[in-house]
Structures are given as structure tokens and as C-alpha cells.
């Protein structure tokens, strides 16, 4: 399945495909009758999240496991109330718990392990309703918004620093090193350089004219979420009829996708590459599309389609997705929508390590 980006530009699904697949690999089609590829065996650690109401946070050695629960904290409902992992040092992990939820909640940042006890990291952080969490390098981000509760805040993990706010805004994501963070504020995107940068506007949404074309004249801050990576800032924004995918690229004219009435669900970039896998939620059918868009020809293709979990995340070489596909199930797809494995790592992938 293939969409445009701009009226009137039409590309083949299988070309599109191929193109992918020689980017992200640098390889030509083999010849007929050219040996038979062994099996693929996936390498590497996942992050995952078992999912339910009583999920846990779980490494999984691939290929085959085994699974390894991590240490919960003394912290009432954490496998409950957290919303995403993310890789720490020497196999440990950081998640954001609400230490009270609502409007005026405050949330606690652990660092937790498979064989020592959860380690609190920084103070309480006053954020609405739980807080969401990036963090990426030595350094920590977190944010969430309600009425005027719109403060962004970091934390320098090596320096045993406490949270401080730098920006204001609904969403932000920090560069792939750490050192600079992105965010969304009045409708525009912005770049400050950590620790003490000054705010720089990157892109205002009113002068990105593929917005209006599909019908979405502003972008309301509160429906906004970011994703940084090589190949640039990534952005979902829209209403409840009328969503579209936005590429940030310094030098470049931005990307538009409009996505209609489906419902953004994840962004992740490939690991040093242009490629940005997407996925939706179509009401219509109630299904999660995975979709790839290679932010160098603007062609799309589509990698999955499930009615399940949905999220997602990029092999270390940028070869192959990881897919969830149920509680019991996370599927490995190549870059032609191909299922080259399935395992019984079901849940929700966080992360994929070396």
C-alpha cells in the first residue's frame, strides 16, 4: 500500500519498497537461483513491556529468551501506571512512575534493575497526569500539559542533577545525543541547546502549507508529539478529524502526510538513517497500520498492519522492525513488510539493543 505526500506524485509500492530496502542496506536484489538465505535469527536485547493492567518491564534475550523481570520499587502500582522504558547503563532501565495522579500529580523517575533494588532518580517532578519521559545521552526530559501547567523539564543523569525547567510547551524530544531538545509551543517548533541554550523557532506550522491542504489550519498544542532522529524532527499534529505527520529537515522544504482521520500512534527514526517508521490507528477497521517514509524521496510504503499492540521499534542496524503484535507475539519485519521471525516476546517494544 503506498501513499502521496504531494498531489499528482505517484510511486509504485514495489519500487518504493526496493528503494527502502537499498537504502537502509546498500544491497542489490539477489540473482535467481543465488543460494538460499539462512534463516533470520534476530540478535540483541528487548525492552519490553508485557502489557495488561498487571504488565510487567521485561529484557528478553533474543532470539529465543530467556525473559528477565526487572526489580519493581517500593512505589505503589508500578507496573500500572508507567508509560514506556528507555535504556539505561549496564542493563538498567528508566521509567517515569506517577507518585500521584491528576492534574496536580507528581511523578518519580527510577532507574530500575534485574538484580538490585529500584534506585530513585532526582526528586518528585510536578507534571499533570503522570508526565511522559525521553531521555536519550546523559540527559532526561519530561513534560505533560493542562491548563497552565506547560513547564518542560531536564535532568542531567550523570551529574546526579535534580529536574529544572528550560521551556515551556506540550511536547519536546531530545536530539539523539542529548545535547540539544526539540518542542512545541504556540504553533511552532523550537530547539534550545542543553544546558543553557537560547530558544531558536524552527518551523511555524501556519507557513507549512501542506497543513491546510489537509484541512488543518492550526495545530493545537495540546495533540502534538515529537520524535528527533538523524534524519531529522518528526511531528504528529491535528484535531480529531484531520491528523498529519510533519518532517522537519534544516535546509529542506518540510514534509507533510496527511493521515486523515487516523489516529497517531508512534514515531521512531532508524538508527543512523533517513527512514521514519509511523504507525497509525484506523478507526474504520480498527487497525494499526506501520508505515516507513524515507525523508530523502518523500515515498512511502507500508510494513504492517495489525489489530493489536502495534508499537514498534528498529533493529540496532536499522535492518528490521520489531513488532508487537499481541501479548504473546512480537513479529520481525523487514523493510519490505516481509515477517522474517516470530517470538514469544509479545508486548510492547521499548527498546532493541546490541
Known sequence: MLHEVRPGRVLAASAAALALLAAACGGTPGRAGAPKAPAYRPGGTLLVETGGFNSRLISYKLPSGPERDFKEPAFGGFFRNFAGAFPGPNGTAYVLIPANFGPIGQSQLFQVSLTAQAREVGGLLSVPFGGYLDVRG???TSWACYRHRRSIYVLDLSAGSDWHPVATGCSAALAPDGKALAYFDDGSLFRISLPNGRPERLLSMGSVSGLKAAGIP???SGSVSISWGRGGISLFGGTRNAWALVV???GHPPITVPLGSSTPQAMVWQPQGRLLGFSDYVGSTQTIEVRLLDTATGAISQL?????????QWSPDGRVLAVGRSSQVISFIDLQGKVLATNAAGGLPDAWAA
Do not use: K
Open 138 to 140: 546523559d540527559r532526561a
Open 304 to 312: 504492517a498492519v495489525t489489530q493489536n499492540y502495534g508499537r514498534f
Open 218 to 220: 492550526r495545530i493545537p
Open 248 to 250: 522537519y529537515r534544516p
